[in-house]
């Protein structure tokens, strides 16, 4: 693996990514729902600055979590649909570089969306209370974990499908995940194979909501810190894990 080759497909990636309209359809809604969180927050019962804090560090999840899936999707599969994939093939790269340097480059772009929402959400709280919450950045630190992993489900997808399967596959992976911590109380209520099956489903898929502690930030919760390296280190072994396999995978997939 040379990185500065990994690094150039990543620089390349970044660009092409910012000509996607979709890119700043979220970006735009991001930031104008954190905008209009004040005026929400007003028409609703409850803490104004909890009602602020809460929807806004949704939005910075959830358009970061976009951002990566729709984007990502078509990180690789448009290059193979455009036959510029061989282009590339031809040069002294390997595929495992492709794979690395298209994830460096989606993630790059996700997490500066992540960066940029989370400076707003805190401009809109200083505005509101004067001052900014760091506490906010625990919240956010572990949606860009989340982006990681996303991210790699979004290449990996986007490897073998087209972009729009991509996406689908990217999006059910988001739900299935944020509805993970079902699959344990269903496991209570049934019994032989379905309890083993559903014992399997439970770690495989990703539990996506092991990075959601928004309750726990805006309600000013405690939060161990043996619980928050636990998230961020199975969200990157978990990345390590879906990139190494995307690699392995794409090594055999024929272009012809």
């Known amino acids: 693996m040379n990185p500065a080759r990994i690094a150039a497909i ?12 979709v890119l700043y359809l979220l970006i735009g809604a991001g930031s104008l729902f954190i905008v209009a969180s004040l005026a929400i927050s007003l028409l609703t019962v409850g803490d104004e600055v909890k009602i602020i804090m809460d929807l806004g560090l949704a939005s910075v999840a959830l358009t970061g979590s976009l951002v990566a899936l729709l984007v990502g999707a078509g990180s690789v599969a448009l290059e193979v649909e455009r036959r510029t994939l061989l282009v590339l093939f ?15 480059g989606v993630l790059a772009l996700a997490l500066t969306n992540v960066a940029s929402l989370a400076l707003l959400l805190e401009a809109v709280v200083w505005w509101r209370t ?7 950045l625990i919240a956010i630190g572990l949606s860009a974990v989340e982006v990681v992993l996303l991210t790699a489900f979004a290449v990996l997808f986007s490897c073998f499908s087209s972009q729009m399967v991509s996406g689908i596959f990217g999006l059910g992976t988001y739900l299935i995940g944020h509805f993970a911590d079902g699959l344990e109380l269903l496991q209570a209520k049934v019994e032989g194979g379905a309890a083993l099956l559903v014992r399997i489903l439970t770690l495989v898929l990703p539990n996506l909501e092991r990075f959601n502690v928004r309750a726990e930030v805006v309600h000013r919760l405690p939060l161990p810190d043996a619980q928050l390296a636990l998230s961020v280190g199975y969200g990157l072994a978990y990345s390590g894990f879906i990139l190494l396999l995307t690699i392995l995978l794409f090594r055999r997939r024929s272009f012809a």
């Open 10 to 21: 990543a620089q390349l990636t970044f660009r092409q990514a910012l000509r996607e309209r």
């Open 90 to 104: 031809s040069k002294p790269v390997t595929r495992g570089e492709v794979v690395l340097g298209k994830f460096s």
């Open 130 to 136: 004067g001052a900014a919450d760091p506490r906010l």
